[in-house]
């Protein structure tokens, strides 16, 4: 990464295109996928737990979604999951978005929203805001 330290808190992370692969690297239910499919929000959760018990850490991230050019097994073209596990609790959240734009424009929005889901479950976006009010 870029930015020094950041392997203090970025342990690692699974990029999984292929649906087996949510399975075999991500521990999605292979249940899940087969009456969900790869793009639903069961299976962005189970992701997100998945890959951080894994990786052993505390918090885990996901997207699941369709990034285009095509539609994928229904699913139009910017619709995207994103959730956020914690392991060794019950605490997991997931959004569905619709996203317009190019490829490009759907990952990067995807990856935004999910550190932005993050930031909510750990409540820095409301320090961030009570802090912005304050200065006001």
Not at 35 to 61: F, K, N, S
Not at 79 to 108: M, N
Request: a negative charge; charged letters at 20%; glycine letters at 12%.
């Amino acid at each position: 990464m870029a930015i020094p330290g950041a392997s203090d808190s970025y342990l690692g992370g699974v990029i999984s295109y292929a649906t087996r692969l949510k399975a075999i690297l991500a521990g999605v239910n292979v249940a899940t996928l087969a009456e969900l499919g790869p793009v639903a929000a069961r299976t962005a959760i189970e992701m997100a737990h998945g890959v951080a018990q894994r990786c052993d850490a505390d918090w885990g991230l996901a997207t699941t979604g369709v990034a285009g050019p095509d539609t994928q097994n229904g699913h139009p073209v910017g619709q995207v999951f994103v959730a956020v596990s914690h392991q060794g609790s019950d605490l997991s959240s997931v959004r569905e978005l619709k996203f317009q734009g190019d490829r490009a424009t759907i990952r990067q929005l995807s990856a935004e929203a999910a550190i932005g889901l993050l930031a909510d479950a750990l409540g820095l976006n409301d320090r961030i805001e009570e802090s912005t009010t304050r200065e006001s």
